[in-house]
């Protein structure tokens, strides 16, 4: 159990950074619609973090709207118009004829009445996925910890044997 618990901890820790980098990374970079990376703030990459008791690893967000960053957002309620409007500000998606303003009223708008491009798309857009998926967890924590394991298991039975 010695051997076993760093281990483990160190594997964990090193899964949940990777994770949280990656996810980070997506938000930052990839343009997964077109208009360019999800980042705006920087709220969304900033607001993860982990915890790991020894037995337990939980990754997770602070920021409400995390998940939307997967999924978009739905028809209902007419969202938020500041964000939108920083979001247009900073990629110049207005004309002389509509104003910032107005673009992030009519964007807000179409996004209460039918959802957000994304969503219209199907959701999926890989941000937070590509890194959660069972296949990613397998290769990265499951099999590293397996083979560290037995890496390290049998480099101590190697120096118990040789003293």
Known sequence: MRLIKPILTQVAEEFAKSVIDGIAKNIREKDVLGYGPMNNTGRAAD?????????????YSNWSFFWTLETG?????????????????????YSPDVSPASMAFLI????????????????NSGIITEYTSADFI???????????LIRRTIETLQSEIAA
């Open 73 to 93: 957002r739905g028809p209902g309620k007419m969202p938020p118009i500041d964000p939108i409007l920083d979001w247009v500000q900073q990629r110049g998606i």
């Open 108 to 123: 807000a708008r179409k996004i209460g009445r039918e959802g957000s491009l994304l969503y219209r798309s199907g959701g």
């Open 47 to 59: 607001s993860m973090g982990y915890t790991y008791d020894g037995r337990k690893l939980v990754i």
């Open 138 to 148: 397998q290769r990265n924590l499951t099999d590293r910890a397996r083979d560290e």
